[in-house]
Nanobody, 124 residues
Framework: QVQLVESGGGLVMAGGSLRLSCAYSGRTFSSYRMGWFRQTPGKDREFVAAIYRSLGNTYYADSVKGRFTISRDNAKNTVHLQMNSLKPEDTAVYYC?????????????????WGQGTQVTVSS
């Protein structure tokens, strides 16, 4: 059974920083990508960032480029999302996900397993 457990969410003032972590256990894929998405009530899940296990390629949504950094520790099956210069519009539930590589990195359908989500709230 694949499990993804996120941690690190919370309440922060605008301009502050948070670091999200996602620990992955269970079935391993020979090559896969891990991604972060976020969702607010009434809206679709939105792509934030993705990283590929094999080469470490990273991809970001335009809205977070230059502020967020995704990284991974393959030995520990962990992925992190460092979020700096946070804005109130970054407020959302953040989900990590892992996929076997099919589909597109920015599309939720390209991921096979999801974490339970962690709330990030940025106050103005």
């Amino acid at each position: 059974q694949v499990q993804l457990v996120e941690s690190g969410g919370g309440l922060v003032m605008a301009g502050g920083s948070l670091r999200l972590s996602c620990a992955y256990s269970g079935r391993t894929f020979s090559s896969y990508r891990m991604g972060w998405f976020r969702q607010t009530p009434g809206k679709d899940r939105e792509f934030v960032a993705a990283i590929y296990r094999s080469l470490g390629n990273t991809y970001y949504a335009d809205s977070v480029k230059g502020r967020f950094t995704i990284s991974r520790d393959n030995a520990k099956n962990t992925v992190h999302l460092q979020m700096n210069s946070l804005k109130p519009e970054d407020t959302a539930v953040y989900y990590c996900a892992v996929g076997s590589g099919g589909g597109y990195y920015y599309n939720p359908a390209g991921y096979d397993y999801w974490g339970q989500g962690t709330q990030v709230t940025v106050s103005s």
